[in-house]
Structures are given as structure tokens and as C-alpha cells.
């Protein structure tokens, strides 16, 4: 009889597979479960993670991107200060 193995435990797996930079036949092995099970699991679990970690990593991207272009212009706003005020002590 095979082991029940409950949802958490497959969406972790599929986390761990994911996410760990083990081999799929590695991670399997190391939680004691077929390697075309975990693959099962796999094409089960990720799209519904998959969708709502795209998402979010697609905020995150664009923040930082704002935030990296706002930086960008503060440093060069700083660097003419910089120069202006050098020239100054002339």
C-alpha cells in the first residue's frame, strides 16, 4: 500500500525540488518518495505557487527598480553638489 503523504507535505516538497538546487532524484530520494511521484506533485502543486510567486516577485522587481532609478538620481544630484560646492572654495 503507498504511503498518504497529506498536501502540505507535497507543496513543501515541491518547494524543496524548486527551490533547493538539489536534482528532482535527489530531493525524492531524501524524502523517501518515487521519483515520478515527486514529478506528479510537481506539474500538481507549482502552477498554483508558481502564478502567485510570479506575481509577487514582479511587485518586488518593479519597487526595486523604482527605488534603484530614484537612487540613481539622488547620486547624481549629490555628485553636482559635490562639484559646485568644490569649485566654492576657490
Known amino acids: ?3 498518504k503523504h497529506s498536501d502540505d ?3 513543501k516538497a515541491v518547494r ?3 527551490h533547493s538546487g538539489l536534482t528532482r532524484r ?3 530520494s531524501d524524502l523517501g518518495v518515487g521519483f ?3 514529478g506528479k506533485w510537481m506539474r500538481d502543486y507549482s502552477t498554483d505557487s508558481a502564478t502567485a510567486e510570479d506575481a509577487e516577485l514582479r511587485l518586488e522587481n518593479e ?4 527605488e534603484n532609478r530614484v537612487l540613481r538620481e539622488e547620486r547624481e544630484v549629490l555628485k ?3 562639484i559646485f560646492f568644490a ?3 576657490q
Open 26 to 28: 535527489q530531493v525524492a
Open 63 to 66: 519597487r526595486l527598480r523604482k
Open 9 to 11: 507535505f507535497k507543496r
Open 87 to 89: 569649485s566654492q572654495k
Open 36 to 38: 515520478s511521484t515527486l
Open 80 to 82: 553636482k553638489a559635490a
Open 1 to 3: 500500500m503507498a504511503a
Open 16 to 18: 524543496i525540488a524548486t
